[in-house]
T-cell receptor
Framework: GQQLNQSPQSMFIQEGEDVSMNCTSS?????WLWYKQDPGEGPVLLIA?????ELTSNGRLTAQFGTTRKDSFLNISASIPSDVGIYFC???????????????FGKGTKLSVKP | DSGVTQTPKHLITATGQRVTLRCSPR?????VYWYQQSLDQGLQFLIQ???????AKGNILERFSAQQFPDLHSELNLSSLELGDSALYFC????????????FGPGTRLTVT
């Protein structure tokens, strides 16, 4: 079935650093979403992308819908401690239709603070 | 706070038992989704309801069932529980015109012993 591959699996940040992560698939997605999950909580929607090439920002977060429709990127600028968590990419499977909204999720990129 | 509520927060039960998880969507949202999150499988879509009707089905076991009531709250029923059913169960809801922009509840952590 369709899969979303996220990299890196984990990364360590120091406050103030910029962070980049990506999500790739072997098949085309028409929508890309980025979520963040804190321990013990539900995922929180950060950014939704609907058009190939689209670049969308949400504060210090910027996400891009890859032009091939097979990838997406998330950048965090000037990271702060509360950026720590797991970041997931997600998208609708190709057999969805109408008001079906089910999503496929990547395995996540875990962001931790450098000791 | 996403506006989606889930109860209970934690549930501990024994193998073979049946449990019911409850979810209330955000005000105005007609769609409710259920997801299972485990360490090995990640976040997996189970089932979607839209205004009381089943709309999409994922990798949901036959031992699991769900429904959405006229007031739009939803329940996920898990029966004949096995150790492997231990996981976090999330409910999400979405606006009518943006089905993929899903807002997740805080989850129910199910432990089967």
């Amino acid at each position: 079935g369709q899969q979303l591959n996220q990299s890196p699996q984990s990364m360590f940040i120091q406050e103030g650093e910029d962070v980049s992560m990506n999500c790739t698939s072997s098949s085309i997605f028409n929508t890309w979403l980025w979520y963040k999950q804190d321990p013990g909580e539900g995922p929180v929607l950060l950014i939704a992308l609907y058009k190939a090439g689209e670049l969308t920002s949400n504060g210090r977060l910027t996400a891009q819908f890859g032009t091939t429709r097979k990838d997406s990127f998330l950048n965090i600028s000037a990271s702060i401690p509360s950026d720590v968590g797991i970041y997931f990419c997600a998208g609708p499977p190709k057999n969805y239709g109408g008001s079906q909204g089910n999503l496929i999720f990547g395995k996540g990129t875990k962001l931790s603070v450098k000791p | 706070d996403s506006g989606v509520t889930q109860t209970p927060k934690h549930l501990i039960t024994a193998t073979g038992q049946r449990v019911t998880l409850r979810c209330s969507p955000r005000s105005g949202d007609l769609s409710v989704y259920w997801y299972q999150q485990s360490l090995d499988q990640g976040l997996q879509f189970l089932i979607q309801y839209y205004n009381g009707e089943e709309r999409a089905k994922g990798n949901i076991l036959e031992r699991f069932s769900a429904q959405q009531f006229p007031d739009l709250h939803s329940e996920l029923n898990l029966s004949s529980l096995e150790l492997g059913d231990s996981a976090l169960y999330f409910c999400a809801s979405s606006p009518r015109d943006r089905a993929h922009e899903q807002y997740f509840g805080p989850g129910t952590r199910l432990t089967v012993t």
